[in-house]
């Protein structure tokens, strides 16, 4: 075990101490903050419970993380492929960016309702933009001089995209994915508190009314669980994929 | 004259933004209940005013505190990691962590502790904003060339001249990375943490209009936010243009 | 971690009549929602132009609810001194899991959501409901729903009950047969869209089950401690909703300039209805926010039949009379 990895678990081990002696210590009530072994104990009770609703967020945030994938690296690639239209659509583009994202949960559950699809539609939006962005600055960091080259040898602007520019912008895609994971969960569960049938985010909306936060606790704990599998599963996927970073 | 001329660019734009959106409403007969047109919405603005304003400046009020806070603590835990690698193998993982918990979970229980106040949405905004910022300043340090280090430490320069001369210059760049990010994320932790039992704020306004069905309304809080957003986005850039002078990555 | 409650050091001044007028007693009440009509009464009497808080020797701040706030809980912990909770079901809850709040007050008399269906649509009655889409709020609605459905032989499976959406457009749409709606609130957005004649209405009371909302609570330790600083804000209280409920116009009027944004017929149909709310039942001849006993204890054992109550709570301490029965009878009534 290195050294890295092992002063990160004395740190995980004296933050959840001390929480432990906070909560018991000061005889903190329950719902203000309860005790790390209250919310560890309640999650394997309720377990059944908290992994239904853990994989109906997981699903919304996985769907809505493919389609912002694709729709994010296509218009990227589209815009780079046709510079007149980038000029019309990038002020568009940045205009809808500059909505903080939470802004349009409330628009989208009116829209589409308190089902899944509102929230796989925020999420792709989050996710989207995030894509989208880190390829566009991928694709516009060409290697100025190996593209001159490919064009002597009568390369075409698909085959230069193909070729050139989509490998040298992984790197930045890859990590726009990565940090999009995190994002499309928080994301799912936000929209879920203000609406929802099913899901972590309802789960802490119900726990809170009723007067539960040990369950609230518990409901972050699995989406945190959750979160950190998504981000690592995204980054052994990249490693295996992108094999010359 | 070049910015004269991006500025008249950029107000044609809108403009021609404006008429395709009223335009497209009447053409294409979208219902109120989805799109309203652009004139109802400025009209319902004119109308009462006070509140959107009111709104827009406690917004920006509760986003400047959260970026402030969030910025300089994060460059500041930078600087500590850079100097105490123990530290911050203790504390990255946790900061990672802490990063998967959708702060909305959480709210309620910041309101407990801080109150309805501006200092618990700032908490909330600054939140969502320290960590962005820790992790690139912590990049940028590390990314100096260590000859050069070397170098200054051999005319006898101590580590606090060589972090104020070399490291922090050299790392501005990637730290204006991480706060034209903190920007728009310290405005989500604004709005979110007005979700949560506060009087004014564009998030108020956001969530009254969902909850009255009011799409008007609720058009006219996400222009607000809007503006509140790119405003803030473009002086942060700006401050990027002229302080990291020698150019930025993207 | 525990926000202590700003009155902590105003104790001894209350004490002297003389310093009434000086210093004023810092307070805040939690509403259970965002700023509308249903509060009326009380921005009223906070208004700069009334102050009858002030008169009362209150500083009184006043904090909307919202979607992910749970007013009992603030009120436990002293981040809010007094608090407009959810309902009986939620003081019970409350009581339940221990949290050290009492209710002084009550609200709406009656139940005030009912449920609703198209009039021309194949319910008519509540075994109708059988196999059809239903509606309501997971927050103590549904219980009611599943009370008045067991009378007529219906349990859960024999209908798909979904929790209830922000719109009531679904059910405009035709998507759901039956939804929840308040009586000062969704009712006026379906009335408005769809017209009252479209509409069939199933109220609680008709089955007889009843379930008294908008509570008023405050801590255990502030009602020992200062007395005075309940019964004070209760007068005023009272005061502002009495003005209110006689001078619509002015009550809207206030509301508005709290929430611009708000549809004005929309407020005036909440007043209309909520006064008829709080007026409901014994409220006419013993005042406003009167604890009707009988209703409480109807509300109290029909959730423990149904074991949302785990079991039985102790209503005369967690429903404390005394300060209603302290304030004058002409001070109380409308």
């Known amino acids: ?245 | 004259m070049m910015q004269l001329r991006a500025l008249l660019r950029g107000v044609v734009g809108l403009l021609l933004a404006a008429l395709l959106w009223e335009g497209a409403v009447l053409a294409l007969h979208i219902r109120p209940e989805y799109l309203p047109r652009l004139s109802t919405i400025l009209a319902a603005m004119a109308a009462t005013p006070g509140a959107y304003w009111d709104g827009f400046l406690r917004t920006l009020a509760e986003t400047l505190l959260g970026f402030a806070a969030g910025g300089f603590v994060g460059v500041l835990n930078g600087v500590i990691f850079l100097r105490l690698p123990a530290l911050r193998d203790m504390l990255f993982p946790i900061f990672i962590v802490s990063q998967t918990i959708p702060v909305i979970a959480f709210g309620a229980l910041v309101v407990l502790w801080f109150g309805n106040t501006l200092l618990a949405k700032a908490v909330i905004a600054f939140y969502l904003t320290f960590f962005p910022v820790t992790v690139n300043t912590l990049l940028g340090l590390n990314a100096v060339d260590p000859r050069q280090v070397a170098l200054l430490r051999s005319f006898g320069a101590g580590p606090g001249t060589i972090l104020r001369r070399l490291q922090l210059p050299a790392a501005l760049p990637q730290i204006f990375v991480a706060l034209r990010l903190a920007a728009s994320l310290s405005l989500v932790g604004a709005i979110v943490g007005e979700w949560f039992g506060d009087t004014i704020g564009l998030g108020v306004l956001l969530l009254q209009a969902m909850y009255n069905e009011n799409v008007v309304s609720l058009w006219a809080a996400i222009l607000c936010a809007a503006v509140l957003g790119t405003g803030f986005y473009a002086v942060v850039a700006y401050a990027e243009r002229r302080i990291v002078f020698w150019g930025a990555e993207q | ?334």
Not at chain 3, 89 to 108: Q, T, Y
Request: net charge positive; glycine share 8%; charged share 15%.
């Open chain 3, 1 to 334: 971690m525990q926000r202590r409650s700003l009155l902590a050091g105003f104790g001894a001044a209350l004490a002297s009549p003389a310093l009434h007028a000086q210093t004023l007693t810092r307070a805040s009440l939690r509403l259970k929602w965002l700023p509308q009509a249903q509060f009326a009464g009380f921005y009223l009497a906070k208004a700069k132009a009334k102050g009858y808080y002030a008169a009362e020797g209150i500083d009184l701040t006043i904090n909307p609810g919202g979607p992910n706030l749970l007013t009992e809980n603030l009120v436990a912990t002293g981040a809010d001194t007094f608090g407009l909770s959810g309902g009986t079901d939620s003081v019970f809850a409350a009581r339940d899991k221990g949290l050290p709040i009492i209710c002084v007050g009550v609200a709406h008399q009656v139940t005030p959501f009912f449920f609703v269906t198209r009039a021309d649509g194949p319910i008519k009655t509540l075994a109708d409901f059988r196999g059809k889409n239903l509606t309501a709020w997971f927050t103590g609605a549904n219980y009611v729903l599943l009370g008045m459905l067991a009378q007529a032989g219906l349990r859960a499976g024999d209908f798909n009950l979904q929790p209830q959406q922000v719109s009531v457009t679904p059910f405009i749409e035709g998507q759901t047969d039956v939804v929840t709606a308040t009586k000062y609130n969704e009712f006026y957005t379906l009335v408005s869209r769809m017209g009252r004649d479209k509409l069939r209405t199933f109220v609680a009371e008709d089955y007889g089950i009843t379930f008294p909302r908008d509570t008023l609570i405050v801590g255990e330790a502030i009602a020992k401690e200062k007395p005075e600083l309940v019964k004070g804000f209760l007068r005023a209280s009272m005061k502002g909703w009495r003005e209110a409920l006689a001078e619509p116009k002015l009550g809207v009027d206030t509301v508005m300039g709290i929430a611009p944004t708000l549809n004005r017929e929309h407020q005036e149909f909440m007043l209309t209805e909520i006064g008829k709310l709080m007026l409901a039942g014994k409220a006419a001849r013993e005042g406003l926010f009167w604890i009707d006993q009988d209703a409480i204890k109807s509300a109290h054992d029909f959730l423990l039949r149904y074991e949302v109550i785990k079991q039985p709570i102790n209503l005369a301490t967690a429903y404390d009379r005394s300060f209603l029965d302290a304030i004058a009878l002409a001070d109380r009534r409308a």
């Open chain 1, 1 to 245: 075990m290195s050294r890295a990895t092992q002063r990160g678990l004395l740190g995980a081990v004296l933050l959840l101490g001390s929480w432990e002696a906070l909560a018991r210590g000061l005889a903190l009530p329950a719902y203000t903050l309860p005790a790390i072994s209250d919310i560890i104990l309640a999650t394997w009770q309720h377990r059944s419970l908290l992994a239904s609703a853990g994989w109906y967020t997981l699903a919304e945030a996985l769907l809505g993380y493919a389609i912002g994938c694709t729709a994010g690296i296509t218009l990227a690639t589209l815009l780079i492929l046709l510079p007149p239209a980038r000029r019309v659509v990038m002020p568009a583009m940045l205009a809808i960016n500059a909505v903080p994202v939470a802004a349009w949960s409330p628009l989208v559950l009116l829209w589409l309702g308190i089902g899944m699809a509102s929230k796989v539609a925020m999420v792709a939006l989050a996710v989207g933009f995030t894509i989208f962005l880190s390829a566009l600055a991928g694709f516009d960091r060409q290697d100025r001089r190996a593209a001159d080259l490919l064009r002597s040898f009568g390369a075409g602007p698909i085959a230069l995209l193909f070729r050139l520019r989509l490998p040298a912008a992984l790197p930045l895609i890859a990590a726009g994915m990565r940090v999009a994971t995190v994002r499309s969960l928080i994301v799912a569960i936000v929209t879920e508190m203000l609406g929802a049938q099913g899901g972590l985010g309802w789960i802490i909306y119900q726990a809170v009314v009723q007067i539960d936060f040990v369950q609230v606790w518990s409901a972050i704990l699995v989406a945190s669980v959750l979160s950190l599998s998504f981000f690592g599963l995204i980054t052994w996927l990249e490693q295996r994929i992108i094999f010359w970073r």
